[in-house]
């Protein structure tokens, strides 16, 4: 079984910081990772994903990801946060060979603070 | 292109009735997945479709069902409303197999009364 664990429900940070938002997944085999996020009452929109290669995923409107398979972890990164990257922040994983199946964690609301 | 499309993105009914959303995927995007999310229990996978057939299906009770047509659009369908089931249902397209593409819809934010 496949599963994503998301531990903040809630991060703050101020415009112009760096920001993190972690995310830690457990499947049985390879995965293939995702972030995405979500505006009020709007669908999901993908940010980036991890299949294969190199570790570090660089992704939509200046985020990026780092894979690391030892902590089996992919956490959100942005070298300066802005106001309009306030959103809820989802991680999702899916097992290679598993169908399509996206399993997702429970959420990181992100406020950024002027 | 035109990304993927939900109808009607809000809907009110009562309990015990029967409600029938819509989702038209990305053009040539031949597996669609549905999603439901709640306040409590987050994003679940409700099943998934692919040439008409279900190809998975998640934890939820014989109320929910779907079908996929031969132009990829698919329904789900959710008999015997109860007020539980007051959630956004997302739909998502993608190649089939291919490592990654899942593409959301704006959902329909179901409301049950």
């Known amino acids: 079984a496949q599963s994503v664990a998301q531990p903040e429900d809630q991060v703050n940070v101020a415009e112009g910081n760096p920001l993190t938002v972690k995310c830690t997944y457990s499947v049985s085999g390879n995965p293939y990772l995702f972030w995405y996020v979500q505006y009020p009452n709007r669908g999901l929109q993908f940010l980036l994903k991890y299949i294969t290669g190199d570790n570090l995923v660089k992704g939509s409107y200046g985020f990026e990801a780092e894979f690391n398979k030892s902590q089996t972890s992919f956490h959100l990164k942005k070298p300066s946060a802005l106001v309009s990257d306030s959103a809820l922040y989802f991680c999702?994983?899916?097992?290679?060979?598993?169908?399509?199946?996206?399993?997702f964690g429970g959420g990181t609301r992100l406020m950024v603070k002027p | 292109k035109a990304g993927v499309t939900q109808t009607p993105r809000y809907l009110i009914k009562t309990r015990g009735q029967q409600v029938t959303l819509s989702c038209s995927p990305i053009s040539g995007h031949r597996s669609v997945s549905w999603y439901q999310q709640t306040p409590g229990q987050g994003l679940q996978f409700l099943f998934e479709?692919?040439?008409?057939?279900?190809?998975n299906k998640g934890n939820f009770p014989g109320r929910f069902s779907g079908r996929q047509f031969s132009n990829s659009r698919s329904e789900m369908n959710v008999s015997t409303l109860e007020l539980g089931d007051s959630a956004l249902y997302l739909c998502a397209s993608s190649l089939y197999g291919a490592s990654g593409g899942y593409t959301f819809g704006s959902g329909t934010r179901l409301t049950v009364v």
């Open positions: 479709y692919f040439s008409e057939t279900q190809r």
């Open positions: 999702a994983v899916r097992e290679v060979n598993a169908g399509n199946m996206l399993t």
